[in-house]
């Protein structure tokens, strides 16, 4: 049986596509459940893979290419349509969308399924001939959501890659000129000595910082305060998720340890941004001395020999408590929509890409660790670089677990309520205490209008 969605209403179609200004989609239904799902899956041998599937993804991660190989191997027509949030709602509007889309499952699973947009994939992992249960790396829980928690109940994505997003990569030259230690490959930093270290790392020209000593900035400030709370030994988000408390001992000194890094000026912030945009440039340019950017970016060391020279790998810092933690705030991959009109094919194009020649071709590269246990011995270790990382990400597994985001708002509109207010207390001209009372009430405001269009 196939499930089928008349489509978003007008209201629904609005909501998601401003929800970068904060908008929530709104439905009349609770967090979706286990139900409504199709009785029979497809399976790696395509047998139930028909017709045509439309693949919205980024070009450099499923494009053209891709489809052409997966029409080959699975005997069906793939289609590839960039991805883009308004084209998608405009999609799931009309009762039209792509069958297979990417999404970003740390931040985006409780978002999707408590709008029932996507569909339980339980069923067709149940069938599947390459994707096996004690085969599948923990951090696909992040696409797992059961309507309070996120971690448990059905799954509706699965991770084409990976990494622990906070952990670091440095320039060992840099550190070594500035007379400052190697972070250890085994055991954690301080993340007060690791701000101490940034700020002696730091080079400068005059008013202009030449050299970066670090940047803890990773995916977005919120999951990033989201985790240092936690290892402060608190948490940000209440257990509903539907609200927020910046207050908290533990998050001001989240908010009050990333205040003295925005304020000593030795790295990227709201005020001063990497004009490079994103870590990857600037650090094979020899300017950016340590970063919290996960295991993917080794990628990019491999076919650089001067940056592959320096490149060191490090586990995510923490603070002094008995607390250790190392997120993952991606698990980039796809999900299936419940409106599919092709949800057997759909999910024979995610099997065959997750699992299949795709994903051995991608372990191989270093931009990320396989979803399956058992490719990640195909991780690079030919260089001495590499094989450092690997030994480092290897044991840092055992410290990862998942943290539930909400699913009232989307992640961007969060981030976008700190970045406007963040500069007042980098500037000095608002407290911790004060900035964190602003967080709260707009924050919350969103969260409580945003489980208000649920009802």
Known sequence: MTTTNPGLSRRRFLALSGAAAGGALAVGCSPASSTNTPAAAGSSSG?????????????GEFGPKEA???SQAL??????????????TAMLASGNPPDVVRGM???ETPYLVARQVAENLDPYFAKSTLIKADDIDPVNDVWRYDGQKQGAGP????AKDYSQDCTIWYNGGLFDAAGVTRPSPTAPMLLDELLEDG???TKRQGAKVSVYGLNPNGLGLFSQFAWLTDLAGGKLSADDLASVDFSSPEAQRALNWYLDYAKAGIGPTVLNPDPNGWDGPTFQAGRMASTLSGYWLGGLFSGDPKSAKVAGFAPAPQFDTSRRISPCFGGTGLWIPRASKNKDAAFAVLEWFMAGDPAKARATGGWGIPPLKSLQKLMPQKLPYQKQAYETQMAEKQYFSVMSFTPYVRQDAIN???TRELPKAIKGTTTAGQLADTLNSQINAQLADGKKRLR
Do not use: H, N
């Open 47 to 59: 047998s139930a893979a028909k017709g045509t599937v439309t693949v919205m993804s980024q070009s």
């Open 68 to 70: 052409k190989a997966a």
């Open 75 to 88: 005997g069906i027509t793939v289609k590839t349509v960039e991805y883009d949030l308004t084209k998608l």
């Open 105 to 107: 499952g740390a931040l």
């Open 155 to 158: 799954r509706y994505g699965f």
């Open 199 to 201: 700020k002696k790392l």
């Open 416 to 418: 976008t309520v700190i």
